[in-house]
């Protein structure tokens, strides 16, 4: 049984959690919070995820982000893009190992 629309609230960050951005704080937070609901939407459709595993996802993804400043470079739709194609490949990799 696939997930419901996994509860990203607790993940959702605000410009003020994104300083180390310092002027694209806004931009960096909306982006973020973009590829939160795109994973959020994108695990709602699968039987894979359940709540465990797609709070770990969103986790390392959270992680991933602040450690990795370039990805503001990106615009919406290719981040949209990359967080589906990573959550399409742990799916593959899970179906693999069964």
């Known amino acids: 049984m696939a997930i ?3 509860d ?3 993940f959702l960050v605000t410009t003020g959690e ?4 310092e ?5 960096a937070a909306d982006q973020l ?14 039987e894979f995820w359940n ?7 969103i986790s390392e993804l959270v992680s991933a982000w602040l450690q990795e400043p370039s990805l503001i470079e990106s615009d919406s739709d290719e981040l949209d893009d990359y967080v589906r194609q ?9 179906d693999g190992d069964e």
């Open 4 to 6: 419901e629309m996994f």
């Open 33 to 46: 919070n973009g590829m939160l609901f795109s994973a959020s939407d994108e695990m709602s459709q699968s």
């Open 8 to 10: 990203i609230r607790g």
């Open 23 to 27: 002027e694209d704080a806004e931009y």
């Open 51 to 57: 709540a465990d595993n797609a709070e770990e996802f």
């Open 86 to 94: 990573v959550i399409r490949r742990i799916e593959q990799e899970q």
């Open 18 to 21: 994104m300083e180390s951005f």
